[in-house]
């Protein structure tokens, strides 16, 4: 028969689709990264040109494959905990209180000149810093979500410092959560894979877990309590936690400022909005894996850790209080000691030391990628509080992939971090 010119260009795109999978093929972790971005971009170039012109979806499979494997390189050579700064701006009280600003920024790194300290991050964002600034940082791990691997983005520092707007944001300037929650269904739409979504909420408070999207009574306690458990894979479940699918990002959004509803919230001193708890929200991405293998079910975290600052520092009267302030401090030590001890490689990783590096135990080490924003106030009045949150910062800086090299015993499983859990 003869070809007819859609035919032709059809066919000239797929010939186009081999020769950049081809090309793609022979890039390696030994590659430069400005080479292994250009080789990531072609594909997607491509792929786009070839599901705008509805290409049969197995013709487009192996460049498909190329791609996910190019991107991941790419995610794994900027690294697998990426660690940015962010310092907001003195806040009003700070300036009618005369306070001076403390910091200063040199491109990557940040000096403390009143305790001598330099640390240097992956990227630092100044006063001027916008929150599409803070996204556009982070938005290519809605796509290694979609692609299978677990993700989680925290924000950390003291209480005061900005870690809940660069979060949840404002009226008027979104969060990272809900630009990121933008992102990953305008990825799906354009993958054309056969994806399901769905979200859950829940809060870490005084070691007790609380589900944000079920009801709870006067005291704060549910009926039935949640209990962590690992599955065969080595993935995290979370028993009795309600898991609700989203259509679309409307009805994601909306279930993310359904459980924000339900935050535990106390005043003091410091700050009259301060979380006293953890709060990870979760969006479990599930895709349907090529030529009939099942599914492969991933994990995208937003983690807004509580305030790390002194005890002392918070000026708690009630008790309370107080033993929220410990609480999470108590909290963060744990998470520091199992980032130290992935980074080390050492043979037990104390994930149980706390339900926090519990939770997160799929999401820390091996081939999962984290990254952490550690949210500064400039202000003179807290700036020791603020140095000692850079340096635990610094400290989680040196993790590393350690999906083969990390072995715990029974008592601590390894983390399995990789890809998502496959099921058949």
Known sequence: GIQTADGQEDEELLQKLMLVAEAASLITERSGMLEVKEARDRLQEVLAQGRARNLPKERLAPTERQRR????????????LRIYCRVRPLNNKEKRNKDREALKVDGTKLQVPLTGDMFEFD??????SSQEDIFDASCDLAQSALDGRNVTVFCYGITGAGKTYTMYGAPGADGLTQRMIGEVFRKARLGGDNVTISGSMMELYNNYLVDLLRPIDWQGRQNPTLSLRLDKSGSVQVEGLAKEPAMDETELQA????GLEQRAVAAHAMNAESSRSHVLFTVYVTREVEEGEGQVVSK???????GCERLKKTEVEKEDRRLEAIEINKSLSALGDVIEAVAKKKKYVPYRNHKLTQLLQDAIGGGAKALMYVNCSPAHSTIRETANALKLANRAKSIVNLSADVKCPPSSPSSPGAAGTRRP
């Not at 990227?123 to 001027?128: I, K, N, R």
């Not at 279930?255 to 359904?258: D, G, V, Y």
């Not at 995208?300 to 509580?306: I, Q, R, T, V």
């Open 69 to 80: 494997r190019i991107h991941n390189l790419y995610q794994d050579l900027k690294g697998h």
């Open 123 to 128: 990227g630092v964002f100044d006063m001027t």
């Open 255 to 258: 279930m993310f400022h359904r």
């Open 300 to 306: 995208l975290h937003f983690c807004d850790l509580g």
